[in-house]
């Protein structure tokens, strides 16, 4: 590879004209939907919502506007994908991977007819917005990826809207840790309100402690599923890419993304990195005995981060890691206090949520309706008491539980195929092409959220992005493969 430059890849696939109005729409996705925050005053019409919440009204920042911008570049997107299909001038690819996201897809559908509160599972619960529409989006986008993105051009142009995003989200992030919260700030605050509630600006505040980052994605956990992609990704781009520029550029955004994981306080983002990066360094152990400086360098750069945010008392993220030690003894030692509260209060939620996977072998409870039958009233709860309980922590649960298990097997499937391509293409590959490179970059973040995604729910903050990246994995997966089984 020379200055970004794909060499000895003859493939016919990824030298195919690439549709600049799809890579846009899905620019726009990756770029623009994990940015949104405005305020959606809403009137819960709902008797259920109501007496799950006990609210009338509900002010929304950070998830109804995602997934209306969300929906409508989707669905723009998806009706110039069909005309280009009927056309012929798009040609879909011959792959194994879409049968497990049909069957993923169809369980959401049927769930969702079957659903006993199917506004929810259309639209989705309050602040979440994860229904039917949503979901399946995910996967047309998915879809549409696997069938679009294929050469480097394409490639690059979303690669670059991403890091342009999160760069902005890092800044934002940033202001978070010092105290200086951007949207505590004068013009912060006005630019996230509708006109006729700037007059309520100066009385604005979030109930995140101060000096916690929780950016644009809602919350401080959805922070560490989103700078653990950024940062796996960042880290073999910088390292394999030869544009020194682009090195440069991939190396501070993926040290801004590691320094928010911290400023999050999330020890799932923080686990998911360290798998990733442990991965990480496994797949490009060849690079690193080339020049031991490309492992060492990394390693004294999370260092000198950590040292400079302890020395500004920030031993958060530090001290949260302390508790895990012994929160692994209580899970057979501990209370049944202590055993609830493992994980701020995840032993508990995973406890009631594996039980009520006994009614979602076959169908899910409908997407989102997670909050609807968990367990409202129980005796036996010892935390969390008065806290309205809508997701389970962990998106693996989350799938089984609103679109059955069988969606769940799909799911996991779909991601295994996914591991098993992207060892055999990358495990012995040399970090010379650009597809390699995006390949395993892609594939490092892929490891990164699935990870987080035990302690972590999917969120319309986050999970457009992951489902594109890996569209475009499998995409660069097909594309390699093709390319070798020639040789």
């Known amino acids: 590879m020379t200055n970004g430059k794909v060499v000895n890849l003859d493939s016919s696939r990824k030298f195919r004209d690439y549709d600049k109005f799809i890579i846009l729409m899905l620019s726009l996705v990756i770029f623009l939907v994990p940015l949104v925050v405005f305020l959606k005053p809403i009137k819960i019409d709902s008797e259920l919502l109501r007496s799950l919440t006990g609210l009338q009204y509900n002010f929304d920042f950070f998830s109804y506007y995602k997934m209306i911008v969300f929906i409508i570049i989707s669905l723009v997107m998806l009706l110039y994908f069909l005309y280009k299909l009927i056309r012929k001038e798009i040609i879909l690819e011959s792959t194994k991977f879409y049968i497990p996201i049909i069957i993923y897809g169809a369980f959401i559908i049927i769930s969702t007819i079957l659903s006993q509160h199917k506004d929810i599972a259309l639209f989705g619960y309050l602040e979440r917005y994860e229904g039917m529409i949503v979901l399946i989006f995910y996967l047309l986008n998915l879809l549409i990826v696997i069938n679009s993105v294929s050469n480097d051009r394409s490639l ?49 505040s979030f109930s995140f402690p101060k000096g916690t980052v929780y950016g644009t994605l809602y919350n401080p956990d959805y922070v560490g599923s989103y700078m653990g992609m950024i940062v796996g990704l960042a880290f073999i781009l910088c390292l394999c890419l030869k544009n020194k520029k682009y090195k440069a550029v991939t190396g501070i955004i993926g040290t801004l993304a590691f320094i928010n994981i ?50 500004k008392g920030s031993t958060a993220i530090i001290n949260k890691f302390k508790t895990t030690a012994s929160e692994v003894t209580k899970i057979c030692k501990g209370s049944e206090y202590e055993k609830q509260s493992i994980g701020s209060g995840r032993g ?65 499937a779909l991601f295994i195929m996914y591991i098993i391509t992207s060892f055999k293409l990358y495990f012995r590959a040399e970090m010379d092409n650009l597809y390699n490179i995006f390949g395993l970059g892609i594939f490092i973040a892929f490891l990164s959220y699935t990870v987080t995604a035990f302690f972590n729910d999917s969120v319309i903050s986050v999970a457009p992005v992951f489902w594109i990246l890996l569209g475009m994995g499998i995409s660069i997966n097909i594309t390699l493969k093709a390319d070798r089984d020639k040789l």
């Open 348 to 412: 508990y939620i995973w406890g009631k949520s594996i039980k009520l996977l006994e009614d979602t072998v076959i169908m899910g409870y409908g997407p989102d309706n997670f909050a609807a039958f968990f367990p409202k009233n129980d005796p036996a709860r010892k935390v969390l008491k008065g806290v309205i309980i809508d997701k389970p922590h962990n998106m693996y649960l989350q799938i089984a539980i609103n679109t059955g298990s069988i969606s769940l097997m799909a799911v996991l």
């Open 156 to 204: 690059k142009i979303i690669i670059i809207s991403l890091m342009s995003s999160a760069f902005i989200i890092c800044i934002i992030g940033i202001s978070q840790i010092l105290g200086h919260d951007f949207y505590q700030s004068y013009f912060g605050r006005r630019v996230i309100l509708p006109g006729e509630y700037k007059a309520y600006a100066d009385g604005l």
């Open 262 to 311: 911290i400023g999050s306080n999330s020890r799932a983002g923080l686990v998911g990195v360290v798998v990733a990066l442990i991965t990480a360094v496994v797949f490009i152990r060849k690079k690193i005995k080339k020049n031991i400086l490309v492992g060492i360098i990394p390693l004294i750069l999370i260092v000198i981060i950590f040292g400079a945010l302890s020395t």
